[in-house]
Nanobody
Framework: QVQLVESGGGLVQAGGSLRLSCAASGRIFSINAMGWYRQAPGKQRELVAGITSGGSTNYADSVKGRFTISRDNAKNTVYLQMNSLKPEDTAVYYC????????????????WGQGTQVTVSS
């Protein structure tokens, strides 16, 4: 069993910054892609940023230039540095990880964090 524990959410004024972190623990052989998603009220969950095990990244157009995703493979942790926050960034942010739990199987288990609220005031 794997748990993803998120931290760093909170309240911030427009233009401010927050840094989210997500640490995976439990039965882990390796972690492939990790990512951050968000879901605002009345909207579907969307990918904010993703990062591969090798460090390649991709971002939603709406956050390019403002957000930076990174990871520490030794710590099984992914981060999301959010700068120049806007009210439209307000959402519940979820961490996701594709986890390989056994050395003998390449099956990737999909795990999600519980979500952390990010609220940006104008």
């Amino acid at each position: 069993q794997v748990q993803l524990v998120e931290s760093g959410g909170g309240l911030v004024q427009a233009g401010g910054s927050l840094r989210l972190s997500c640490a995976a623990s439990g039965r882990i052989f390796s972690i492939n892609a990790m990512g951050w998603y968000r879901q605002a009220p009345g909207k579907q969950r969307e990918l904010v940023a993703g990062i591969t095990s090798g460090g390649s990244t991709n971002y939603a157009d709406s956050v390019k230039g403002r957000f930076t995703i990174s990871r520490d493979n030794a710590k099984n942790t992914v981060y999301l540095q959010m700068n120049s926050l806007k009210p439209e960034d307000t959402a519940v942010y979820y961490c996701n990880a594709e986890v390989i739990q056994h050395s003998w199987s390449a099956y990737r288990y999909d795990y999600w964090g519980q979500g952390t609220q990010v609220t940006v005031s104008s």
